[in-house]
């Protein structure tokens, strides 16, 4: 199944588009792509689309609060060519990464249910099964991490969720966790801008 920004196969998300896309006409409001490098060596995966970030702009990240911080740790780790992420024709470039989510349309209160995270979960399979490089995989959650798993058939039990756990898959993937860089975690310091980027600087070690 290749990815469709035209996909309405969750009548919830689809409708949940619809009148979103009504209050805000100048919305993306539509299933959000991957970004970034098309042949990357580090796929990070985030939850879905924000309400007035990605699903907004129609790119990862941008214009959400959770990715100021991303773009932030992008640049200063080398992935990228600048620190902001404002709006899909800003200029941004990213070396040797992408950008995808788990669920790909913009769920009501920013939380898709386990039927949206299992339809959208074919599209993850594609996009890990056409990684040809080093195979590293950063999870932004406990959703994005198990969402990996499925996508790639592995028991959620043999892999542990953590910060900064690290998880050496079959077929040469290897698997960051970090927490996820919402406004909840970073305000409340569960994650630290230099804890974030130990991620990234990790992953950094792992492509070279």
Do not use: W
């Amino acid at each position: 199944m290749r990815f469709k920004t035209s996909c309405k196969a969750c009548p919830r998300l689809a409708s949940f588009l619809k009148e979103v896309k009504q209050q805000f006409p100048d919305y993306y409001s539509l299933p959000v792509p991957a970004f970034g490098d098309e042949n990357p060596d580090v796929l990070i995966v985030g939850l879905a689309p924000g309400l007035h970030g990605a699903n907004a702009t129609g790119r990862p990240f941008t214009g959400d609060f959770a990715g100021v911080l991303l773009y932030e740790t992008l640049f200063a780790t080398g992935f990228s060519n600048q620190a902001t992420s404002d709006h899909i024709d800003d200029g941004l470039e990213l070396f040797n990464c992408r950008i995808t989510n788990a669920v790909k349309c913009l769920p009501p209160q920013n939380k898709p249910i386990g039927a949206e995270i299992n339809q959208c979960n074919e599209y993850l399979k594609n996009e890990l099964l056409a990684l040809k490089g080093k195979k590293i995989l950063i999870a932004l959650g406990t959703i994005a991490h198990n969402a990996i798993l499925k996508a790639l058939s592995l028991k959620q039990s043999s892999y542990k969720f953590g910060h900064m756990a690290e998880h050496e898959l079959p077929d040469g993937y290897v698997l960051i966790d970090s927490y996820h860089c919402s406004k909840y975690n970073t305000q409340t310091k569960r994650l630290t801008p230099e804890m974030f980027e130990a991620v990234f600087n990790r992953a950094r070690e792992l492509t070279e």
